[in-house]
């Protein structure tokens, strides 16, 4: 497949194993969002969808801070591009704002996100859409847009319910406290801490990479589905998720390749 659209401050570096970085490259403004970066966002989780060759990605940011935010000096520079970015899709339910988070969702392989520095406002909502979290211990979170007199809608508000409670997401979404990469791991914000988080993301994803990637995208896509869902809607949709996989681990069966055992010898 054809590399994702060139982008001034969203590049794509490709590691060994299919395994694909996506780095906000704006470090001289700490990674801090503009307008162009959301739609070069979307574009690029869209292009890293249709490539097959792509078997996990990790979003982090170059320099000092993995997202310092949305850059609200130079999008209000432009309301126009504000407007035309704030219509929803009718299509997918989200508009181009959402939609740089929540496109990691769609993607059928894992998403990790790698926070050092500040991770705040659009920064955290970002880092919230994808599938997994590491940190540096002393890195800054905060949901950060009550200090700007703004809620979280760049998907924040349903990603914070998905990880912590309630009581939890009110005090971070009202306060707009800082949370150092530690606290965040303990509150569930973060799936991992440590020094390296690039380091981190590659350990998590590196078991992964050992399964059959039609069976990841199916288990993310269920849990995905169905972690609001009553039990009767999780329950037919895991078995949707099955009956494909079901068919083709019959067809390893056959063949004597089942996953986890050795072929056997002549």
Partial sequence: MPPPPPSQHVRVDRVHDGVAHVVLDRPDKL??????????????????????????????????AFCAGLDLRSALADPVGIGTRFVPRPWRGTNVFQEACWAWRRLPVPVVAAVHGHCLGAGIQLALGADLR??????????????????????????????????????????????????????????????????????????????????????????????TSGPRATFARERRAQ????????????RGDLPGRRAPTR
């Fill in 134 to 227: 590491t940190t540096t211990p002393d890195a800054s979170w905060s949901v950060r847009e009550v200090r700007w007199g703004l809620v979280p809608d760049m998907t924040g508000t349903r990603s914070l319910a998905e990880l912590v409670g309630l009581d939890v997401a009110q005090e971070l979404t009202l306060t707009g406290r800082l949370v150092p990469g530690a606290e965040a791991g303990e509150l569930g914000l973060a799936t991992r801490v440590g020094a390296d988080p690039v380091a981190l993301a590659h350990e998590l994803i590196t078991p992964m990479l050992e399964h059959d990637p039609r069976a990841l995208a199916a288990a993310k896509r269920v849990l995905r589905h169905t972690w």
């Fill in 31 to 64: 990674n801090a969002l503009t307008l162009p970066m959301l739609d070069d966002l979307v574009r690029t989780a869209r292009a890293l969808g249709r490539d097959d060759t792509v078997r996990a990605v990790v979003l982090t940011g170059a320099g000092e």
């Fill in 243 to 254: 009956v494909p996989l079901l068919r083709r681990l019959a067809v390893r069966s056959a």
